[in-house]
């Protein structure tokens, strides 16, 4: 089994580079034509396949920039304490015996209150 293992890793190598190389398009193949990276490929056996790897695979090829459009601004907020009409939707979770109300201020016309203050 280890004596096949060169001939097996030497077949899977070719076969993939072999059809990386026929999907890439024309203007893309780097440095030969199409047709010579399939001769190399096909007809010598680990050098072939892997500087046809090594080759498609360079940043410097001719290949154009991807564009990428600004994602828009979400319309909503991002995070659920920014929504207000979440956390409005909070209060009826809320339980009325836990919740404390902030007090409520006095007036200070009123003299209906405390009679000591006088």
Not at 63 to 74: F, G
Not at 75 to 98: E, I
Request: hydrophobic residues 35%.
């Amino acid at each position: 089994m280890v004596r096949f293992l060169p001939f097996l890793i030497s077949l899977v190598l070719s076969v993939y580079a072999l059809f990386s190389c026929i999907q890439t398009p024309d203007e893309d193949v780097p440095h030969l034509p199409k047709l010579v990276w399939i001769v190399l490929i096909v007809f010598v056996p680990f050098v072939g396949p892997i500087v046809w790897l090594l080759m498609s695979r360079t940043p410097g090829g001719r290949r154009e920039p991807v564009v990428r459009r600004p994602s828009a601004p979400p319309s909503r907020p991002v995070a659920p304490d920014d929504d207000p009409d979440f956390l409005k939707s909070l209060d009826r979770y809320r339980d009325p015996r836990t919740t404390m109300k902030p007090p409520e201020p006095e007036d200070p016309d009123d003299d209906t209150g405390d009679s000591s203050k006088n």
